[in-house]
């Protein structure tokens, strides 16, 4: 069965660059979920989407964006990148708006701030 | 914050004992899950119990959701070494349906 697909797995920028996740749903799913785990912590809520619209915002810092595209694709787009960014980076997604269910997630992209 | 503790952060168990993790929250909520993650891979969703729901049952699994003290417990029965990962509990929000926030953790060893 399609899982939900991120890109890249592994990046590695240096300070105050910027870098762009990707994350792809499961196939019918229209929300999808961005999350920040750092080592050794619990997976952060940053944002989510349903239906191409912000959905709900956690803790974003400013020099992030995101948003979802008609494919039902999102993106996480970074700049100024710090050495506390570095993380882990999961996209999740699930059938639709409503009563949460279960997120799929990813397998994640490691960030790496240098 | 939404969420409370994960009760405990660390358990070390030998192969075939019962673990009991719990986890505390903080807001009225919709639903509770639970979700098993290997070091550095994707989160996996185990279990979801309704605020309705006191008892679920899957498999080795057993989880309790006590809506008075905003407190659940996840039991798994007769552990694997293969059981061997972090477990995180998850809320939304009761207005909230797109903000799951997931908990501090237990880290679970189970030793062959």
């Known amino acids: 069965a399609a899982g939900v697909i991120q890109s890249p797995r592994h990046l590695i920028k240096e300070k105050r660059e910027t870098a762009t996740l990707k994350c792809y749903p499961i196939?019918?799913?229209?929300?999808v979920y961005w999350y920040q785990q750092g080592p050794g912590q619990d997976p952060q809520f940053l944002i989510s989407f349903y239906e191409k619209m912000q959905s709900d915002k956690g803790s974003i810092p400013d020099r992030f964006s995101a948003q979802q595209f008609s494919d039902y694709h999102s993106e996480l787009n970074m700049s100024s990148l710090e050495l506390g960014d570095s993380a882990l980076y999961f996209c999740?997604?699930?059938?639709?708006?409503?009563?949460?269910?279960?997120?799929?997630f990813g397998e994640g992209s490691r960030l790496t701030v240098l | 914050s939404q969420q409370g503790e994960e009760d405990p952060q660390a358990l070390s168990i030998q192969e075939g004992e019962n673990a009991t993790m719990n986890c505390s929250y903080k807001t009225s909520i919709n639903n509770l899950q639970w979700y098993r993650q290997n070091s550095g891979r994707g989160l996996v969703h185990l279990i979801l119990i309704r605020s309705n729901e006191r008892e679920k049952h899957s498999g080795r699994l057993r989880v309790t959701l006590d809506t008075s003290k905003k407190s659940s417990s996840l039991l798994i029965t007769a552990s694997r070494a293969a059981d061997t990962a972090s477990y995180f509990c998850a809320t939304d929000g009761e207005t909230s349906y797109d903000k799951v926030i997931f908990g501090p953790g237990t880290s679970l060893s189970v030793i062959p």
């Open positions: 196939p019918r799913h229209d929300t």
């Open positions: 999740a997604s699930t059938p639709g708006e409503g009563d949460t269910g279960e997120l799929f």
